[in-house]
Structures are given as structure tokens and as C-alpha cells.
């Protein structure tokens, strides 16, 4: 999996960049068809947003997340995508198994 890790109004330093990737790389276990992710990371004034667009086979998910706190809006971003990618895999795997049950 890709990560592609921007940002606007913030400098994006190693720190930043190694907690988005330790944070994001658990979704692969959830998920293993991820392609490719891009994770912009912005501050306005008091808000702090991170925000993030995956392409996964079949698709993209997309979520967002504002905190006052950087760190907590990226932790809440990867429990959103952690949620999405379980619903999609489900999705996937119920027209899989759809046909089979009539």
C-alpha cells in the first residue's frame, strides 16, 4: 500500500509521517485490496482537520476528521476508514456470496 501524505498550512515533518503510517497501515489488516491512499493534513486557525481518499478495488472511500489536536483528528480518521473498509469488504462479500443462497 502507497501512502502519499500532504500538507496544507502545515509542514508535514518525520514525526507526523511516521503516526499517519503506523496509524493507517492496521487498515491493511482489515482490508487487503487497498491500491493507493492520500492523506492531507491542514490547520486553519483553532481547527485541525485531517483528511484522507483511498482507492481500493471496486471503488474509493473517503472521510475526514477536525480536532483541535492533530494527532487525535488523525486517530479519528483511521477509525472512520476502519469502519468504511469493514462495510465495503462486507458488501463485497455478501454479492459474492448473494447467488449462492437461493
Known amino acids: ?27 491493511e489488516r482489515h482490508f487487503d485490496k ?11 486557525k483553532q481547527r485541525q482537520k ?4 483511498i482507492r481500493i478495488s471496486g471503488g474509493e ?7 483541535e ?7 479519528m480518521l483511521a477509525d472512520k476508514l476502519d469502519r468504511q473498509l469493514l462495510k465495503q469488504k462486507e458488501k463485497q462479500y455478501d454479492k459474492k456470496h448473494r447467488g449462492n443462497a437461493r
Open 69 to 75: 489536536d492533530l494527532y487525535a483528528a488523525i486517530d
Open 34 to 44: 487497498i491500491i493507493h491512499m492520500n492523506v492531507i493534513l491542514s490547520v486553519e
Open 1 to 27: 500500500m502507497q501512502i502519499n501524505v500532504s500538507g496544507h498550512h502545515v509542514e508535514v515533518t518525520d514525526s507526523l509521517r511516521s503516526y499517519v503510517n503506523t496509524k493507517l497501515d492496521r487498515l
Open 50 to 53: 485531517a483528511e484522507s481518499t
Open 61 to 67: 472511500v473517503y472521510a475526514d476528521a477536525e480536532s
